[in-house]
DNA sequence: CATTTGTTTTGAACATGTTCAGTTCCATCC
DNA sequence: GGATGGAACTGAACATGTTCAAAACAAATG
């Protein structure tokens, strides 16, 4: 069969991507073993290997499937939304809806940003670094004259300190001659915080706050 | 010994975390082998894991031992910058400054948030897929009567397809019934970005033009 | 049918993070 | 000084992702 189509194959990597994804769903992708897949597909790991290039690369095509997926669906949504919101809404909300049942597979995946990873940033694990370095911001704040909202001004230390992570994320990232475009995001994005600081206190910003509050206490837990 | 201080283990340690950090600033973090490390550290492999309990816990270390360095000139910078901007400045400035030298040795490790990292959202591998999903942001502006700043519009699909990932990323990570947090910070943070808009356009907000298109072409490109 | 050629499949071998049952070392105690 | 017990250290063994030379298979060809 050298150039007919390939049913036979294309049954077998079909079988091998379910069988994986199964395996992911129900033991966690860093616990799920190539041999196990392998074996529940009633193949061989080098097959799998043949099929996909490395572990990762079953993710890859579960990714691809998805979007697939999902095609038309989002073709009806963005053809009957009214409004820029509701596009919004639809767009964003049906991805949740699809990935929904795979939830904790993508969690698997996200590795250090992932909360529970020991080495994130956001882990138990990092707690003390990272109050520590919240508490120098604090007392940025603290030592300055500015004034925010009372809803929103106990997580402003830990919201800069989020700044600053994403900053550092960019950065380990850029390739940038010297990294001058971190340079160029933290002086440009430094001066839109400032300014924007000053017009905190506007009253035209009135509706932003209680949003805002509401999410920096869900998110963070009471004050 | 069972009491008194213990300078020799210490040496020891500090010997392969020393040597540790070189090997992997050499070879990178994924590279580099226990095995040579602690072959380098001229010790075998179990004395290392004796006083690391993994590869990633010498990282860790590492990061321990940078914010125990930082510490005093973090205070320096607290106690002599006049203001907020400088204290923010000299706080993000000198972290920047301290890990430069390693910054190779930290991008290994962001894995999954790395562009160069195939399973990373910003990958060239995952390109196509990222390009189609954006390509449907960029319909659902089209379609709507959204209106922004020549310098802005040309880069809004992108970002809110940066939006979108932030929220998936939060969403993997969320542990409350039901996703409820993610829905709030779906909700809460649209809201805030469709009041945006309509502020956007006010003469007030001008002053955030000008920063803004030159990070996004600075970060993204010519439009 | 026998041969050839390209595809699919196999499973042993390899590399590397990690574990663990020992072994060595050394300060203390008798 | 010798015995003891805990700390420091060893290296073989294990688990798992990945590779690869060889085998099995299938379709076309003579």
Redesign the pocket.
């Known amino acids: ?4 189509a ?1 049913p ?3 049954a ?2 079909a079988r091998i991507l379910d069988v994986a994804l199964g395996v992911f769903r129900e033991r966690g992708f ?7 897949i ?1 074996a529940a597909a ?10 996909f ?5 079953l993710v890859m095509a579960f990714y691809q499937q998805a979007q697939d997926e999902m095609a038309t669906e989002v073709e009806r949504i963005l053809s009957s939304a009214r409004n820029f919101e509701e596009r919004l809404r639809g767009l964003i909300g049906h991805k949740f809806a699809h990935f929904g049942p795979n939830r904790a597979l993508m969690g698997a995946l996200s590795a250090h940003v992932d909360p529970r990873h020991p080495l994130s940033p956001f882990s138990r694990e990092t707690a003390p670094i990272r109050d520590r370095d919240i508490a120098y911001f604090a007392r940025a704040i603290a030592d300055s004259k500015i004034k925010l909202a009372p809803t929103i001004q106990p997580y402003f230390p830990r919201l800069l300190w989020l700044y600053q992570m994403g900053l550092m994320l960019f950065w380990v990232c850029d390739d940038s001659p010297s990294q001058a475009r971190t340079q160029l995001l933290f002086d440009r994005t430094l001066q839109m915080l400032l300014f924007t600081l000053k017009l905190a206190s506007l009253p035209l910003l009135r509706p932003l706050y209680r949003p805002a509050g509401e999410l920096l206490r869900s998110i963070y837990g009471e004050p």
């Open positions: 069969m050298t150039r007919a390939i036979k194959s294309e077998t990597r860093a616990q799920a073993t190539m041999r196990e392998a009633g193949v061989a790991v080098g097959a799998a290997y043949y099929y290039d490395s572990k990762d690369a």
